[in-house]
Nanobody
């Protein structure tokens, strides 16, 4: 069984910063792409940023220059440093990862965390 556990959300004023973390655990063989998505009330879930195993990154235009995604492969953890936060960044942030794990056989699947709330006040 594989689990993704997020932490680091909270309430912050506009212009402030937060750092999200997401740790993967279980019988993990390898992790390919890891990423962050977000979903605001009444809106569809959208991509925020992704990072490959070799640290190639991709960002949504709305967060470029403000957010930085990184990962620690030894800890199976992905981070999202969010600076210059805006009220429109308010959403539930979800961690996602494409993981190969062993369950009697090798299984490749994508997994989601439970989400962490980020609220930016104006």
């Amino acid at each position: 069984q594989v689990q993704l556990v997020e932490s680091g959300g909270g309430l912050v004023q506009a212009g402030g910063s937060l750092r999200l973390s997401c740790a993967a655990s279980g019988s993990i063989f390898s992790i390919n792409v890891m990423g962050w998505y977000r979903q605001a009330p009444g809106k569809q879930r959208e991509l925020v940023a992704t990072i490959t195993k070799t640290a190639s990154t991709n960002y949504a235009d709305s967060v470029k220059g403000r957010f930085t995604i990184s990962r620690d492969n030894a800890k199976n953890t992905v981070y999202l440093q969010m600076n210059s936060l805006k009220p429109e960044d308010t959403a539930v942030y979800y961690c996602n990862a494409y993981i190969t794990h062993y369950n009697g056989r090798y299984v490749y699947n994508d997994y989601w965390g439970q989400g962490t709330q980020v609220t930016v006040s104006s």
